[in-house]
């Protein structure tokens, strides 16, 4: 197993085989196991990008759509940032969106989500900390590339 250095990281691109990865720290720790041959890097662009904005008011609940602003990528990268850091693994550099190749037989991201959470919950079930599940993500990630 060889997590991924995030500086040897090349550009890609979208495609069948290359899938976005969720901005979330989870998904960003299954990119860093699945090592920098499995790893792409586009630079982000978040314009014309919104959020959803859900108030509820005395009951009433109202839902407008707003601008994904500086401060929203502020927040989506110190999330990530400090999960990986709670993980013990490297941090990425900032600016990029990360794209992850399908491991061999697994056809979408939805489903090498399923196969990550399956293998979490068999392997190490009530793991909630991110050191915790650490070595069970590299566990997963390495049976799913056929490194084991």
Same mark, same amino acid.
């Given at each position: +197993? &060889? *997590? ?5 990281? *090349?550009?890609?691109?979208? &495609? %069948?085989?290359?899938?976005?990865? @969720?901005? !979330?720290?989870? /998904? +960003? ?13 586009? @630079?982000? /662009?978040? !314009? ?8 509820? !008011? ?6 407008? +759509?707003?601008?994904? !602003?500086? =401060?929203?990528? =502020?927040?989506?990268?110190? %999330?990530?940032? /400090? ?6 693994? *490297? ?10 190749? #399908?491991? @061999?037989?697994?056809? &979408?991201?939805? =489903? #090498? ?12 079930p009530g793991a909630v900390h991110p050191a915790d599940i650490v070595p069970v993500m590299e566990d997963i990630l390495d ?6």
């Open positions: +197993m &060889s *997590p991924t250095d995030w500086d040897e990281v *090349p550009d890609g691109a979208r &495609s %069948g085989e290359w899938v976005e990865v @969720p901005e !979330t720290g989870w /998904d +960003m720790l299954a990119a860093w196991a699945a090592g920098t041959e499995n790893v792409r890097k586009l @630079p982000v /662009d978040d !314009t014309g990008r919104e959020v959803r904005v859900t108030i509820e !008011t005395d009951g009433v609940t109202r839902t407008r +759509m707003e601008p994904f !602003t500086a =401060q929203d990528r =502020q927040a989506v990268d110190e %999330g990530i940032e /400090d999960y990986l850091r709670d993980a013990g693994a *490297p941090v990425p550099p900032r600016g990029f969106v990360w794209l992850m190749r #399908l491991p @061999p037989g697994v056809a &979408s991201e939805e =489903q #090498l989500s399923r196969e990550i959470n399956r293998g979490i919950a068999e392997a190490a049976r799913l590339y056929g490194r084991d």
